[in-house]
C-alpha cells in the first residue's frame, strides 16, 4: 500500500524512518495523508557550507511551517506514497475551502449528493474526473493499463492502507490481523507480467504521466505531483527523525550548483505559466497552501527586482544622489520600522528551527547569488520555452569532478566557465568601480560631504558582503580562474560605469551632489 521514493544518490540512513512514515498514513485520521516527507540531509559538504548546499532554511524552517497546513511540498527524494494517492485518487474524506479566486473566477464546485452514505464516500474516486460517483471499474485498463494483475492490486493496496480499526470512532477500518494473511507465492506468469508492468511501452495511449503516477511534461515534476495530491483534498505529512532518515550528496562546485538552481527555478516558471498554477487550484486546498504553492511558481521572478537593487547603491555614488530623493524623518522612521521587523523575523525563526546563525546568512547570501544569476537565466528560459516553445535540455548535476582524489573537498575548487556568473560579476565590479568613485569625487571636492557618501557605500558593501562566496568560489584553489571571466566582467563593468558617470543630476539639485559635480575631460 505504500511506495518509497529515493534518487539514486540517496541511501537509507536510519533502518526505522520508513516505519515512522507508515505509523503516520495507518493512524487514526491518517487515511487523508498522501505522503511523508522527510527532509534531505547530505553529506560531502564543505564544513563552512560555502553555497548553503545544506538548505536548512528550506528544511527546517519552511518545511515545516507548511506542515501546519496541508502539509509540505514534495522535493522529490526521501518520501512514502500511499499508493493510491499516487494512482491519481480522491481522499476518502475531502474539505473545501472557498477562496477568493473560486468567487472571482466563478469555479463550478461538484458536489455529492447529500444523502450518500459513509460507505459511499468510501469508494474510490478518481480524482480530476467529470463523474461525481465511484469510478468505473471498466475504465481502470484504459486509465492503468491492459495488466490485469496491477488493477485487482489497487483495491487490495486500499484496504490494507486503511488505519486499524481498534477503536469506534475508526469507521471502514481495516481489521485486527486482516495483514497477517501469508502471501501466495509469485508464479511464473505473475513474474512475466510484472516484467510486461515495468516496460517502457506499457504506459503508451494510458493516463501514466498525466494524471496518474509521477506528472511527466516539468523540470520540477516533483513539485507538480505533490500539488495534484493536495489539489484533490489529500494532505501530507513532514517527518524529521531524530536520526536522519536518508542522506545523499549534493553538488559543492559553484558551477554544477548555479545549474542545479537554474533548473529548479525554470521548472517553477514552467508551473507558473501551466494550468497547476495555484491561482487554478480546486477549493479543496487550502488558502495559505495556495499561497505557498503560488510563492513556488513565482520565486524567480524577483531575481529581476534584485538585480535592480543590487545596481542602485552603486548608481547613487555614480550620479551624486541619494536612492531616495530626500531624508526626512518619517521616511528613517519607516526604514527603523522596517529593519527591526525583519531582524526580528529572522531571529524568530533561527529561535524556532534550531538553526545557526551562519546557516542563514549562509542562506541569504547564496539566495542572492542565485537570484542575480540563474533565477535571472531562469526567467528568460522559462518565458522563450512558454512563448516561443524552444525546450531547454538540462543535464544530471555533477556531484564529483574533482582531480585531487585525496582531498575530500576537490572539487569546490574547481573552476569551470559559464555564462551564469556574468550578472553577479558584473554587480561585484560596478559596485567597486563606484565605490572608488565615489571616494574620489568627495575627496577632491572642495566642500567633502562624508555622510552621504556613507550612505551608498554602506549599502554596496552590504552587496558586496552577500557576494563574498561568490568572488570566494571564482579564486579557486591556486588563482586558476578563467581570464574570460575578468575580460568580458571587466569590459560591461566599464562600459556601464561610464555611462552611470555620465547621468546628470536632474535639473535644480545641483547641492545635492557629493562633493561636486563629475564631467568628462
Known sequence: PF???????????????????MCFMMDRGGDRICYVQFPQRFEGIDPSDRYANHNTVFFDINMRALDGLQGPVY????????????????????????GFFDFCCGRR???????????????????????????????LPRKFGNSSFLVDSIPVAEFQGRPLADHPSIKNGRPPGALTIPRDLLDASTVAEGISVISCWYEDKTEWGGRIGWI??????????????????????????????????????????????????????????????????????????????LNVGIYPFTSIFLIVYCFLPALSLFSGQFIVQTLNITFLVYLLIISITLCLLALLEIKWSNISLEEWWRNEQFWLIGGTSAHLAAVLQGLLKVIAGIEISFTLTSKSAGEDNDDEFADLYVIKWTSLMIPPLVIMMVNLIAIAVGFSRTIYSTIPQWSRLLGGVFFSFWVLAHLYPFAKGLMGRRGRTPTIVFVWAGLIAITVSLLWVAIKPPSGSQNTDIGGSFSFP
Open 216 to 293: 511527466y511534461g516539468s523540470v520540477t515534476e516533483d513539485v507538480v505531483t505533490g500539488y495534484r495530491m493536495h489539489n484533490r483534498g489529500w494532505r501530507s505529512i513532514y517527518c524529521v527523525t531524530k536520526r536522519d532518515a536518508f542522506r545523499g550528496t549534493a553538488p559543492i562546485n559553484l558551477t554544477d550548483r548555479l545549474h542545479q538552481v537554474l533548473r529548479w527555478a525554470t521548472g517553477s516558471v514552467e508551473i507558473f505559466f501551466s494550468r497547476n498554477n495555484a491561482f487554478l487550484a480546486s477549493p479543496r486546498m487550502k488558502l495559505l497552501q495556495r499561497l505557498a504553492y
Open 75 to 98: 522535493v522529490g527524494t526521501g518520501c512514502l506514497f500511499r499508493r493510491i494517492a499516487l494512482y491519481g485518487f480522491d481522499p476518502p474524506r475531502s474539505k473545501e475551502h472557498p
Open 109 to 139: 464546485k461538484k458536489r455529492v449528493a447529500a444523502a450518500s452514505s459513509p460507505e459511499e464516500n468510501r469508494a474510490l474516486r478518481m480524482g480530476d474526473s467529470d463523474d461525481e460517483g465511484g469510478i468505473d471499474l471498466s475504465l
Open 3 to 21: 511506495i518509497l521514493n529515493l534518487d539514486c544518490d540517496h541511501y537509507i540512513y536510519n533502518c526505522k524512518a520508513i516505519r515512522e512514515g
